[in-house]
Nanobody
């Protein structure tokens, strides 16, 4: 059974940085993609970034709104997915969810990120 647990959320001021992590329990394959989504109050959940599964190759993709500010990465041996967020804006305030997409989809419970002006 796949389990995803996020950590690293918090409150920062505009221009600050945070690094989220997602510990993945369970085996992934190269048909899976690891990613981050977010959901702001009153809005739909939206894509943030994604890359290939652990030990796999392929493209890294970012939403236009976060490109050049956020960096997604993974630690293969530890099965951890990261999201480094810099130059944070109030518009980045949301619950951030770790996601595995492939033959099956899995979600973490989310971690709150709040950016104040």
């Amino acid at each position: 059974q796949m389990q995803l647990v996020e950590n690293g959320g918090g409150s920062v001021q505009t221009g600050g940085s945070l690094k989220l992590s997602c510990a993945v329990t369970g085996r992934t394959t190269c048909t899976d993609r690891l990613g981050w989504y977010r959901q702001a109050p009153g809005k739909e959940r939206e894509f943030v970034a994604a890359l290939p599964g652990f030990w796999c190759s392929g493209a890294t993709v970012y939403a236009d709104s976060v490109r050049d500010r956020f960096t997604i990465s993974r630690a293969h041996a530890e099965n951890i997915l990261y999201l480094q967020m810099t130059i944070l804006k109030p518009a980045d305030t949301a619950i951030y969810y770790c996601h595995i997409g492939g033959p099956s989809a899995y979600w973490g419970r989310g971690t709150q990120v709040t950016v104040s002006s």
